[in-house]
């Protein structure tokens, strides 16, 4: 079982940075792929990035590919989304999700194999 707890959201200027933190409980949070997702207002939820278990391998949606960076420390059982070159279309709700992974090289993007969501976190982008 695995408890997430998003911070760091906020309202930020466009072309400005924001770095979103993703608390993690349990024992065994090295074991667990984790992804972040964002759902905007009317529309669905969508991938944002993913990272394996070591921090290794990560995956990013085109959208946000060299904007955006996806970390771990799994001593510290959190994992982080540092956001640079924000546009509005970045608005949303952003949220952490987890998934015990079966092998070392393990992400996804497809959010129903996902089993452990946090409550998510606001991110405003102003123009």
Known sequence: QVQLV???????QAGG?????????????SSYTMGWFRQAPGK????V???NLSG???????????RFTISRDNAKKT??????SLKPEDTAAYYCAAVQADSY????RRSNEYNYWGQGT??????
């Open 79 to 84: 994992v982080s989304l540092q956001m640079s």
């Open 6 to 12: 998003e911070s760091g959201g906020g309202l930020v």
């Open 56 to 66: 290794g391998i990560t995956l990013y949606a085109d959208s946000v590919k060299g």
């Open 49 to 51: 990035a993913a990272i």
């Open 44 to 47: 669905e939820r969508e991938f």
């Open 105 to 108: 090289y393990y992400t996804t």
């Open 17 to 29: 940075s924001l770095r979103l933190s993703c608390a993690a409980s349990g024992r065994t949070f």
């Open 122 to 127: 606001q991110v405003t982008v102003s123009s």
